[in-house]
């Protein structure tokens, strides 16, 4: 990933925190050597994170609801990862037409997005993430979808790829 802007450190913004294990994976204890700001609207979450899941010192973290703070960010981002579940629900504000354009102020010109999406794309489930990839594509974004292939379609994640250029 951070070949692919053919420069180190790489600057990545991960919307959701979680245990931090995508700030981890990114972070300069890895070949990756991202700079990461991480945004998460529970600081409880975020304490979690930090004291028991080992969340990189470095990792700069804003307690803050991920709408917010793309409203507000002035930074360019190469790799904005979007986890922003509650239980299994998205907030439906941070996946919307004016919320990705946010995204795509914040985008660096080769930059690219990852939108972990728990929910189907097909059938009568697969509604919002059928949603959710006309959104991104009406938002000016190529976009690419890879699914994961756990039992079941109830089960299923997918992981939306977007960037402002075509992907190779």
């Known amino acids: ?10 600057k990545a913004l991960v919307l959701g925190l979680g245990g931090g294990i995508v ?25 979690i994170a930090q004291t028991h899941f080992y969340l990189p010192f470095d990792v700069e973290v804003f307690e803050e609801d991920a709408r917010r703070f793309l409203n507000a960010n002035q930074k360019k981002y190469d ?11 998205t907030p439906s504000h941070v996946l919307s037409i004016e919320a990705f354009e946010k995204v795509k102020n914040a985008l660096s010109k080769r930059g690219f997005i990852v939108i972990n999406f728990n929910g189907n794309i097909s059938g009568k489930l697969g509604v919002g993430g ?6 991104l594509v009406k938002s000016g974004f ?7 292939f756990e039992k079941g379609e109830k089960n299923r ?12």
Do not use: C, Q, W
Request: charged share 25%.
């Open 23 to 47: 700030p981890l994976f990114l972070s300069d204890k890895n070949e990756l050597n991202y700079s990461i700001d991480a945004v998460e609207l529970n600081k409880d979450i975020i304490e």
């Open 142 to 148: 190529h976009v690419k979808v890879l699914p994961s």
């Open 1 to 10: 990933l951070a070949s692919y802007h053919g420069k180190k450190p790489s």
């Open 157 to 168: 994640n997918n992981l939306f790829i977007a960037s402002l250029t075509p992907l190779d």
């Open 79 to 89: 790799f904005i990862v979007m986890d922003v579940f509650n239980g299994e629900i």
């Open 130 to 135: 059928r949603s959710l990839y006309k959104t």
